[in-house]
C-alpha cells in the first residue's frame, strides 16, 4: 500500500515537471483511479477476515463450553460407576456372610431338632462290664496281682520279634 502511494507521488512529481502533459496525467489518473478501487476491495476483504475471524471465535467458544460439559458428564458417570462399584462389592460380601450365616442356622436347627439317645452311656458300660465278666477280655486287661508276669499275648513287642534288637 505504501508503494502504491509512493508510485503516486513519483507520478505527480513527474507530471508536475515534465509540464503536466496529457498522456501523463491520464496515466497518473487512472493509477490514482485503481488504488482507490483496490483499497476499497482491501477494506471489503479485511471486513469478511473479520466476520469470518468472530465466527471463528464464536464456534472455538461452543466447542469449549461443549467439551466442559462432556467432561463434566463424563465425572458424573465415574463417580456413578465407582458408586455402584463399592455398593456391589459390599452387597457381594454382605451376601457371601450371609450364605454363612445361613448354613451355620441350619446345621444348628439340624443338630437341635435330632432326638437325642442317652443310650450310648448305658451301651458303653454294657459292654464293658461284658469284657469284665470275660474269660478272654477284647478291652481291658484282666487284674493281675503285682509281680506277676503278663500273659504271653499281650507282651508283644514288635522290635524283639522283627529281629531288631538281640
Known sequence: M???HLVLLL??????TAGCSDRAAQIAEAAAQRQAEQNVEMAKVNQGV???TD???QERADLTSRRDDLETERR??????RTESALMAAMRGGGTILAALFALALAWALVTALPRSDDSAEML???LAGDLSAESPQFIEPLR???SDPPAALSHDPLKDSGALP
Open 2 to 4: 505504501i508503494r502504491n
Open 11 to 16: 507520478l505527480a512529481v513527474w507530471t508536475t
Open 50 to 52: 473479520l466476520r469470518v
Open 55 to 57: 465466527q471463528l471465535h
Open 76 to 81: 458424573a458417570i465415574a463417580g456413578q460407576r
Open 125 to 127: 458300660c454294657e459292654l
Open 145 to 147: 496281682p503285682p509281680g
